[in-house]
């Protein structure tokens, strides 16, 4: 008896343990199911999160694209204002360059009408009058340096040289005192010659027809369909040249007037 009591205890006890064992089991495998359920929840959650980020990242690309075929669109539409515009700006200064080329010829026309009388009356003989004298001479380095003198006044003994501006700046008369400086190189045979400057204007700014003055040249007005000088009475001009150049010969071709 005590031997059957015995086994039967062990196997109360092995049960027991057993019972205890599968409980453990159990709750291990409840725990791993929530674990695994909060994993999952959280995997979906992520990957949700994921769809959706993925799903802006697709639509801020397909509006980039958007965007950027607008912009080309728009850059071609630029291009193609841009060369319209830019053939109106070209036909526009061709316009103008023909316009003030013209208005440059007639203020050269008008002022060398009158220019022989007026420099009469001041003294100067001259008694007739070339247009567009193209001179040039050679530098030392081989190259040329050339210029347009828009009227010459002329007879023996004396030339006036005239430069014509629509408008006339500081910067015209320096430059033309610097041409008019080398006048012997550009036209030798002027060397022998009393060489005069003038600049002759429809208007100036700066004062340029004071300084002009002032650099002995003489100053001619054109005004409506007639021109004057206006330099004060007594004004006398200051010669250029009256010595034969020394310098390199230059190379001279005029239009003569009438």
Known sequence: MDKDRTTEDEIRE????????MGSIAAYQEKARIEMAEFSARHDKAHEKALIELAKLRALHEEIAAEQKKTEELQKE??????????IVNRNAKQLSELN???????ESLV?????????RRGIGVNYTLSRLNASYALGDGRCREKEFDIVAVNGEEVVVVEVKTTLRSNDVKRFVDAMRDIARYVPDYGSKTVYGAV???????KSDKYAARQ?????????DSASIVNAEGFRPVPFTNVISRRPQGHLRAVPSG
């Open 14 to 21: 092995y049960r027991a343990q057993f019972e205890k064992s």
């Open 78 to 87: 630029t291009d193609k204002q841009l060369k319209k515009t830019e053939a």
């Open 101 to 107: 080329g013209n208005w440059g010829r007639f203020v």
């Open 112 to 120: 060398e009408g009158d220019l022989v009388g007026l420099l009469n």
């Open 200 to 206: 002759a204007y429809i208007r100036c700014e700066s």
């Open 216 to 224: 002995g040249l003489y100053v001619i007005r054109a005004t409506g």
